[in-house]
């Protein structure tokens, strides 16, 4: 079959080739119709249209490609963010290089360098411990980066996070509201910034109630994260015996957290209020509801690809430090 061009498309849509050239790559957008660009897309899909990449980036000095550095494939919530990026990044054009680090920050080192040699156009990145060097680095070479979920605070590195301070503060106030007196907290031995503004915020929302947390808080380490887990909530009950509630400061560790209930029979659960930072799936297979924080993802998302993309098309844009706020889901009947 001959190979459709983009002449083919607009004379199919009835608009200018220049016009086919702006939908199909992501630009003026905000002067285009929508409907015009939907039926411009569809037409493209529909003739099976594929725009050839090499001859693009010969004339453009552009791969129109993304490297997204995640930390854990594994982990409900990169797998969710990796998909609001790229479906954003299609918007404008630009394919996506996904890798993973697993928290390791030589990974995330060898990443950085694999993906620049393939000359993506920027990067997006999930940042390990100790890797603001990196980052920096990167920065002060002009490579379009931002850095999402983490950073770090007091430099003018570019970042689009969650507020992770008023998630667990947020939570633990609704775990208090709902009448619990005694409540855990489980999260990780790291100095990562938002994993300590989480702690933060758990700190914070007790001290208000008059509650005392130094002795409701357990880490556990990443490397055992199943072993760690299981033993840091056997510390909790044995500790506390009138422990009725327990906040995890992620998904990965409450999905641990319900393996250890149901490994105990659910008698814990019965009389233990059960709150997450983050939502997933595997929340609606335990018998009872779990409620938790959602992370503002698909903005933090958006944001984070509008920015990059207005780096390297070199818009007036320089730098962005944003912190968004999520919401509390209460999925347990007669809360909240």
Do not use: W
Not at 112 to 141: C, W, Y
Not at 207 to 232: C, P, Q, Y
Not at 306 to 317: C, P, R
Request: aromatic content about 8%; charged content about 25%.
């Amino acid at each position: 079959m001959p190979k459709i061009k983009l002449k083919d498309i607009a004379e199919e849509a009835n608009v200018s080739i220049a016009l086919v050239s702006y939908i199909l790559n992501g630009r003026h957008l905000d002067r285009i119709k929508s409907d015009t660009a939907d039926r411009v897309r569809d037409v493209a899909k529909r003739l099976n249209y594929h725009p050839n990449y090499f001859a693009k980036g010969l004339r453009t000095q552009k791969s129109s490609t993304i490297g997204l550095v995640l930390t854990d494939l594994a982990n409900p919530f990169s797998t969710r963010m990796a998909r609001i990026i790229e479906d954003e990044l299609n918007k404008f054009g630009y394919n996506v290089l996904i890798g993973s680090t697993d928290e390791q920050g030589e990974k995330l080192k060898e990443l950085i360098k694999v993906f620049l040699s393939r000359q993506v156009d920027g990067l997006i990145i999930m940042p390990t411990e100790n890797s603001k060097l990196e980052i920096k680095a990167l920065h002060e070479r002009g490579v379009p980066y931002i850095l999402i979920d983490r950073y770090f605070p007091d430099t003018e590195l570019n970042f689009v996070v969650n507020d992770n301070h008023f998630s667990t503060y947020s939570a633990t106030r609704q775990l208090i509201r709902n009448g619990r007196n005694k409540i855990g907290f489980v999260s990780f031995a790291t100095n990562l910034f938002h994993i300590a503004e989480r702690k933060r915020g758990f700190v914070s929302a007790c001290e208000e109630a008059g509650r005392d947390s130094k002795e409701m808080i357990k880490e556990v380490s990443l490397e055992h994260l199943e072993k760690d887990t299981f033993a840091a909530i056997a510390h909790l009950v044995q500790e506390q015996a009138d422990l009725d509630a327990l906040l995890f400061a992620t998904n990965m560790l409450a999905m641990f957290g319900l393996k250890y209930m149901m490994r105990k029979g659910l008698a814990l659960s019965e009389k233990v209020e059960l709150m997450a930072i983050d939502e997933a799936n595997f929340y609606d297979i335990f018998p009872k509801p779990i409620n938790y924080y959602q992370q503002p993802l698909k903005e933090m998302g958006q944001k984070a690809v509008q920015f990059l993309v207005s780096q390297i098309e070199g818009n007036e844009v320089k730098s962005i430090h944003e912190i968004l706020r999520g919401q509390l889901i209460i999925a347990a009947e007669g809360q909240g």
